[in-house]
Every structure is written in C-alpha cells, then in structure tokens.
C-alpha cells in the first residue's frame, strides 16, 4: 500500500456486524499504522481522518474503481408475469412478486399472498431464480 491508495478499512466491529466498513483513501504511512481520510462526506461536516493500524486496511484495485465508477445500472429484461424478487425497504426482508405491469424505468409487482401492488426501479429487481 502506498500514500494516495484506496483502501476499505475494517475492525472486529465490521466482522461482528455493528459497524459498516469504510472507504478511505491513505494520507501517511509510518510503519504498521497509516493516517486513513474518508471518502465519505456529508452537507455537514468535513472528511473524517483517523489513524488505524495496517492490517485493517484492505487494498481496493485502481482497476475496480474504474469500472464502478463507468458501469451503467443493470435493469434487465422483465415481462408481465416474470416471478421476481427485491427487498422491502422497511422491513429488509427479501420479497417475492409477480410481475404485472412494466415501465421503461419501473416495473409493477404483485406481492405474492397479497393483492399490493408494489412499483419499483428495475436495477433494484432480479429474476426469481
């Protein structure tokens, strides 16, 4: 790893589930530790820097960056009557459907066991498989 890399940072927290990981870019290097800066950035306050130990850090590939960075979002093919499935956005759970009406952006699910009807963006639908 070099000062300016990307980097995804971890701790027993990202493994245990309580935390989320972060992408940070290296600022400093000094031996086993480094000075990290977050990528993240909010309307209110500035980039959060902190310094972590080096085997916290996983090297995240220029390549991979770039081709985030460029891929268009995946919206598939769908038809009336495609069985799918997305996630509920408040309960998390995974929820299967039946398609039955498709827009260029949108495609309209009937829940299965109910008659809601549920409209959601096409890159945040898949084919139940």
């Keep these: 790893m070099n000062v300016g890399d990307l980097v995804v940072v971890m701790n027993k927290d990202v493994i245990s589930g309580i935390n989320r990981p972060s992408l ?28 972590t130990d080096s085997a916290f ?17 995946q919206t598939g093919n769908f038809e009336a009557g495609d069985l799918v499935m997305f996630v509920d956005n408040n309960s998390y759970n995974v929820v299967e459907g039946v398609v039955v009406n498709v827009t260029p952006k949108t495609v309209e699910i009937m829940e299965n066991g109910s008659l809601k009807i549920r409209r959601k963006n096409k890159n945040l639908v898949m084919q139940l498989v």
């Design 24 to 51: 940070a870019t290296i600022m400093s290097i000094d031996g086993e530790k480094v000075l990290v800066e977050s990528v993240l950035q909010t309307f209110t306050s500035p980039r959060i820097k902190w310094v």
């Design 57 to 73: 850090c996983m090297h995240v590939d220029p390549q991979f960056v770039e081709s985030v960075t460029h891929r268009e979002k």
